[in-house]
T-cell receptor, first 114, second 115 residues
Framework: KNQVEQSPQSLIILEGKNCTLQ??????????LRWYKQDTGRGPVSLTI?????NTKSNGRYTATLDADTKQSSLHITASQLSDSASYICVVIDRGSTLGRLYFGRGTQLTVWP | EADIYQTPRYLVIGTGKKITLECSQTMGHDKMYWYQQDPGMELHLIHY???????EKGDLSSESTVSRIRTEHFPLTLESARPSHTSQYLC??????????????FGPGTRLLVL
């Protein structure tokens, strides 16, 4: 069964600190993996997109890594800010159909305290 | 900022009422989607469309219906709302499928409460 598991479920850190969010997936065949940021009451916004050949991709203070062999991805946030408080969702797309089905994780709820 | 809009943002209605959730995008995207998301849970695809006059049901069974008469407009309708329909509904759009680089752009969502 294709699944996307994220950990931790929730995380509280102090402003200025770094953190790493994890995503493990069993989706196969794999096409690409995305990290989305979802603010409370808003729709998700794409942070990074990674294909199987890409190991690392950065977007400002966000750095995503991908190990397609172990089917693991991480999102590292550097020097956290209060505005980073949100849910971070890992999404994996398969290439087994023309639709390119999306598999969503439940997200990690990050809270940054001053 | 994505040019995809949803109205209303919040809706509280009584059981049995008919409602339509609006979704519009100005990016000219062919593909549009409706997702349902409960608090702390993953998004579930309930409907999608490849283009005008194309609609398909998603993975999660839903009593709602959709229509795609215009490229930019993808409304979702519940003929008779029930408390079990209480949820957040997210609309998204994307360009035609490719295996690399396609991004879904999400609207702000509609939070529905059925009493």
């Amino acid at each position: 069964k294709n699944q996307v598991e994220q950990s931790p479920q929730s995380l509280i850190i102090l402003e200025g600190k770094n953190c790493t969010l994890q995503c493990n997936y069993t989706v196969s065949p794999f096409s690409n993996l995305r990290w989305y940021k979802q603010d409370t009451g808003r729709g998700p916004v794409s942070l990074t997109i990674m294909t199987f050949s890409e190991n690392t991709k950065s977007n400002g203070r966000y750095t995503a890594t991908l190990d397609a062999d172990t089917k693991q991805s991480s999102l590292h946030i550097t020097a956290s800010q209060l505005s980073d408080s949100a849910s971070y969702i890992c999404v994996v797309i398969d290439r087994g159909s023309t639709l390119g089905r999306l598999y969503f994780g439940r997200g990690t709820q990050l809270t940054v305290w001053p | 900022e994505a040019d995809i809009y949803q109205t209303p943002r919040y809706l509280v209605i009584g059981t049995g009422k008919k409602i339509t959730l609006e979704c519009s995008q100005t990016m000219g995207h062919d593909k549009m989607y409706w997702y349902q998301q409960d608090p702390g849970m993953e998004l579930h695809l309930i409907h999608y469309s490849y283009g005008v006059n194309s609609t398909e049901k998603g993975d999660l069974s839903s009593e709602s219906t959709v229509s795609r008469i215009r490229t930019e407009h993808f409304p979702l309708t519940l003929e008779s709302a029930r408390p079990s329909h209480t949820s957040q509904y997210l609309c998204a759009s994307s360009e035609l499928m490719g295996y690399k680089g396609e991004t879904q752009y999400f609207g702000p969502g509609t939070r529905l409460l059925v009493l």
